[in-house]
């Protein structure tokens, strides 16, 4: 496959170390995918569904002790710790290297050595880069045949370069207190071991497109960003591009692939989705910003995803697709998940396996669920009825507006607009997201979660911000303008206050037209923020107070805001940007 003498001195390292019966190459083939499903199939790594109903569909159950993405076991081993900053877990290099392959040391005895040369982003995109993943898992192999571009070609692209990213992941024997998911910037190397779960093992998904992308990007001048990437046509057929970064449970998905209301349909409004979770954005020829979505498939959380929530997500799922932890339907060989639909299945499986009684489920607990609040589906990008015709270009497609959002009860406004591109920097560097219900801990906490990068950034968090504010100082009168959005003001017994899903493009819509100077707006302490009257309301149950309500900016509630800020930003210390401070000051100042 590859004469790249870098290549093949790591593989030969890798197979001494790991000691594999066999070692095959993936060159992502119908063929070959074909019998690996077979395989996996074989030995109980995979159940085949209903053909029919869900064509080339199967169904993986993890252990029950690996189930999520490990945020304590996740570590970046920097060689100076300063580097990795205040936000990751750190280790030494030297002494993580020797840990990880004494624990892989001997693993793959018995088992095949998969080698998937794969690349992130279209194949020979100049926005895109190349990764070598080593696994003994089938499963991993046939998810990041989904989740990435695999072929023969990606070897070709690279050619003699040492610029590709070394990932090495052992299941080892699923040891919760040996599972360690480290990063090492400096060496372009990923290695996770005693895990199966995806956000661990597809070594492409976080691990590579964030922490080691991020490091990248920082050094060579670009971006790696936790952002869906969309496109909104208007019926003139102009489409202008969108950036958006969130916090778990705050929709982010949804967004990416949402339906206009029907009012907007019908004069001719489109989403066009490019990606539901990673942008890497370069400076183009022209000085814009130009975003590709590096993966190929979704990584969609499961319980929630229904026709009403995400009928594009939902239909991406339709074939192709790994379910992971879901219930198992015994009658038709499907699956099933809370939220899919009313209807509880009678002769099901849970995620574990067992038989699932439908007559004890109790929403409130989660130990009742017949599939995993963490169960996942990996569907090809190629499945989703709105997914554009510039995903597989390369090119990227160029940024109009960048956007931040969280979960705020009473704080933020519906929509407002950053005053320039460093007070757009500072709104990202302070974004918070409430706690639901959902989430484990207290209601109502504030969490913050700067540029939703908190888990995700491979370098100094402080370092980072610096890095946006640099790249503001590079695109100049041409950079994205940054607005920040809230769908989740609620009225005093809690109520949501803006009805949300489709409904958002109404502000998406302002947004764009804020871009192009269309809008008008009022400025406030924190932003502009639009006039009530240019939120198309057409065809919608509110009424302009309430409207009015959800654009307020309340002096006190921000003041309290500042205060939380200040605190947030001590953990960074003498490296925060000063001029990150100097927003805070302003703000402070403002709010008086």
Known sequence: MTKNPTVLKWLKDMEELLTPDKVVWIDGSAEQTEELRKLACETGELIKLNQELLPDCYLHRTKQNDVARVEDRTFICSREKENAGPTNNWCDPKEMYKKLYDIARGSYKGKTMYIIPYSMGPIGSPLAKIGIEVTDSVYVVLNMLIMTRVSPKVMEVLGDSDDWVRCLHSRCDIDPEKRYICQFPEDNTIISVNSGYGGNVLLGKKCFALRIASYQGWKEGWMA????????????GEVKYIAAAFPSACGKTNLAMLIPPEYLRKKGYKIWTVGDDISWMRIGPDGRLYAINPENGFFGVAPGTNEKSNFNALASTKKGTIFTNVAHCKNDNTVWWEGLNKDLPENADDWTGKPWDPAKFNKADKSTCAAHPNSRFTAPAENCPCISEEFDKGAGVPISAIVFGGRRAKCTPLVYQSKDWKNGVFIGSAMASETTAAAAGAVGVVRRDPMAMLPFCGYHMADYFQHWLDMGEKLGDKAPKIFNVNWFRTDDDGNFLWPGFGDNMRVLNWIIDRCEGKADATETAIGYVPKPEDIDLTD?????????????????????????????????????????????????????
């Open 225 to 236: 960003e936790h952002m869906l990437i969309l496109g909104l046509e208007n019926p003139k």
């Open 540 to 592: 919608l149950d509110m009424d302009m107070d309430t409207l009015k309500s959800i654009l307020t900016v309340d002096k006190d509630v921000w003041a309290k805001e500042c205060a939380e800020i200040e605190e947030h930003y001590k953990k960074f210390g003498d490296k925060l940007p000063a001029e990150l401070k100097k927003q805070l000051e302003t703000l402070k100042e403002a709010i008086k």
